[in-house]
């Protein structure tokens, strides 16, 4: 459910977590999603508290000085995307939620001040030490057109899962799909709405969700909103991945490709199978609340743009509070997010996949974007 760059080069549930604690090694409470942790070890010399370990991470007591750009974040509108996670907490924040409702109407100092009389920052590290830089990426949420019957160019269907598809168990490829008899025919009567272009069709399955304007046979219009509703159960395969072993160009970001696709039209086919994954869709209304969020992510809670991300599941678990600071020359962000969404292509320790927003001009960013990165998770205190 998330992440256009990577994706392209790469491929956008419940996690292990440890507790909260500045002292001795102690029982852990339950984590967000109810699995246990995978142990605490004890800290290096001189820093208070232990560091707290996961599956695909270790967590370092740090000081509140550490975190850069502590005072100059516009915290009420990371307060906007906490007030969605607390829609869906885990039990861990649960119990914080009441006062972060409460300070929704607060000023950044009272906020600020809360932060950290409640919370402990731990710079997120690589499981066995080691760099404590990684990988921001970042996705968006595609606008396209569409029509909910084939005609005047919208030829390429979006397909709701069709019947008999059995979650982790391989189904027909892409191409499979595109040329078997059997395939065809499981499909036959699933379209639920066609684009003009084959290659936005993949764009919206990488990103995982769309918003769509709709034709309707009628003639009408409506704006609706396309969600991920399952896969054939294939490899995802990186089309630019593809593109850069074949030698074919040297700018794997997604601008690059479509520069490669317009020099290049007689073998879209050739490029879009080389990916066998297929994305089905459900269609979901968008009002105009829903149109100011974006999709939900894997937490279950609509993201929001600037102040969500996804990440390792097994080195953060989702509803937590983040700092993220990263310096590129797409971006200069230092500021609170929360860990509200994951992608197959978000794997490591200090990974993450920004979530931009959507439309064109912030698709053009998650197409580019791809920087350095430092995290800090903020988690409960241990309470006396």
């Known amino acids: 459910m998330a992440a256009l760059a990577l994706a392209l080069l790469g491929a956008c549930g419940s996690v292990p977590v440890s507790a909260p604690g500045t002292g001795a090694p102690q029982a852990l409470p339950a984590p967000v999603g109810g699995a246990p942790a995978t142990g605490v070890t004890p800290v290096d010399a001189g820093v208070a508290g232990p560091v707290l370990t996961q599956r695909n991470s270790r967590w370092v007591p740090v000081s509140w000085a550490e975190l850069p750009g502590l005072n100059g974040d516009a915290l009420f509108e990371a307060w906007n995307a906490w007030l969605k996670s607390c829609e869906r907490p885990g039990v861990v924040f649960a119990p914080l939620c009441p006062e972060v409702r409460r300070l929704s109407i607060g000023d950044a100092a009272a906020q600020r001040d809360w932060l950290q009389s409640r919370l402990q920052p731990y710079r997120v590290e690589p499981l066995q030490g080691g760099s404590a830089s990684g990988l921001l990426t970042a996705y968006f949420e595609p606008e396209m057109l569409a029509r909910r019957q084939p005609g005047e160019g919208f030829t390429t269907p979006l397909y709701l899962a069709p019947d008999g598809l059995i979650p982790g168990k391989p189904w027909f490829t892409r191409r499979e799909a595109d040329t078997l008899a059997p395939a065809q025919a499981a499909l036959r009567g699933r379209e639920l709405l066609y684009l003009a272009d084959p290659v936005d ?45 074949q030698g074919e160009l ?7 490709i479509r520069a490669w696709i317009s020099r290049n039209p007689q073998r879209v086919t050739e490029l879009l199978w080389q990916n066998p994954r297929l994305v089905f869709f459900k269609e979901e209304a968008l009002g105009d609340f829903d149109a100011g969020f974006g999709p939900r992510g894997a937490q279950g809670v609509p993201l929001t743009p600037g ?63 791809k920087q ?6 903020l988690w409960p205190k241990a309470q006396q």
Request: net charge positive; proline share 7%.
């Open 250 to 256: 040297r700018d794997a970001s997604w601008p690059g």
């Open 372 to 377: 350095p990165l430092r995290l800090w998770v």
């Open 201 to 245: 069709a993949m764009l919206l399955q990488i990103q995982g969700s769309g918003r769509l304007r709709v034709t309707e046979p009628d003639g009408r219009q409506r704006l609706v909103r396309l969600a991920y509703a399952g896969h054939n159960g294939q490899p995802y395969q990186s089309i630019g991945r593809w593109l850069l072993d």
């Open 307 to 369: 102040r969500s991300i996804a990440v390792d599941p097994q080195s953060i678990p989702y509803g937590t509070p983040v700092w993220l600071a990263s310096e590129g020359p797409q971006l200069t962000l230092q500021k609170l997010v929360l860990a509200q969404d994951t992608g197959s292509a978000i794997v490591g320790a200090v990974r993450a996949d920004y979530f931009v927003g959507w439309g064109a001009q912030a698709g053009e960013l998650a197409g580019r974007l």
